[in-house]
């Protein structure tokens, strides 16, 4: 259990409404991720972070926010839902030097 | 950008066949690690390869990191109805350590 929580577990929302995840971790980690993983394309990073306030971009950044204020949490905001953001969001912390990435439970996000 | 493709896509097999999942690139990973993931939760890591030529057991599993760290390979042995998951690799690259660059995946069904 490397202690990441994810919430909302589910949300179903309309598109053009801002939705926010949350991923909260319990360890102090410094890297952390927030990944989107869909039928055929497999798990592909959207945004990362590297310390409190240091965040990156990752392969499918469009349309996606992120922000990290506290160590321990990591927010992924959609400004503005679309029905092709529906998927399921994974957060993730690596632990050490050699790249082992810990996921959390997922959130099913929905966008009608 | 890195890619990682894994094969074969869908294997169904009987309870106490073998198998072989293959994960292949052209790149050099410095790392490279096989998730396995269940319907509705996130992946957990399974094991994580470092050295060109490393074999790492894990039970009824076999890991294998190619000479050239361009391809690994996972091996089960009398495979069980529990083994049933998606099977991912990820590798991590030196220049940028921080990420991991995911496979498609490889869906395995056990039937009992």
């Known amino acids: 259990d490397a202690g990441i929580t994810q919430s909302p577990r589910h949300k179903v929302t309309e598109t053009g409404t801002p939705v926010t995840l949350r991923c909260h971790q319990t360890e102090n980690h410094r890297y952390m991720y927030w990944y989107r993983q869909d039928p055929g394309h497999g798990l592909r990073l959207i945004h990362y972070?590297?310390?409190?306030?240091?965040?990156d971009k990752g392969e499918v950044s469009d349309g996606y926010s992120v922000s990290r204020s506290k160590t321990e949490d990591f927010l992924l905001t959609l400004e503005s839902a679309t029905s092709s953001q529906t998927s399921v969001y994974f957060c993730?912390?690596?632990?050490?030097?050699?790249?082992?990435?810990?996921f959390g439970p997922g959130t099913r996000l929905t966008v009608t | 950008t890195q890619l990682l493709e894994q094969s074969p896509q869908f294997l169904s097999i009987q309870e106490g066949e073998n198998l072989t999942v293959y994960c292949n690139s052209s790149s050099v990973f410095s790392s490279l690690q096989w998730y396995r993931q269940e319907p509705g939760e996130g992946p957990v890591l399974l094991v994580t390869?470092?050295?060109?030529?490393e074999v790492k057991k894990l039970k009824r599993l076999t890991f294998q990191f190619g000479d050239a760290r361009k391809d690994s390979s996972l091996h089960i042995t009398a495979a069980q109805p529990g083994d049933t998951g998606l099977y991912l690799c990820?590798?991590?690259?030196?220049?940028?350590?921080?990420?991991?660059?995911f496979g498609k995946g490889t869906l395995l069904t056990v039937n009992p």
């Open positions: 990820a590798g991590g690259s030196g220049g940028s350590n921080y990420k991991l660059t």
């Open positions: 972070s590297y310390g409190v306030k240091d965040t």
């Open positions: 390869v470092v050295t060109g030529g």
């Open positions: 993730a912390i690596r632990k050490d030097s050699l790249n082992e990435q810990y």
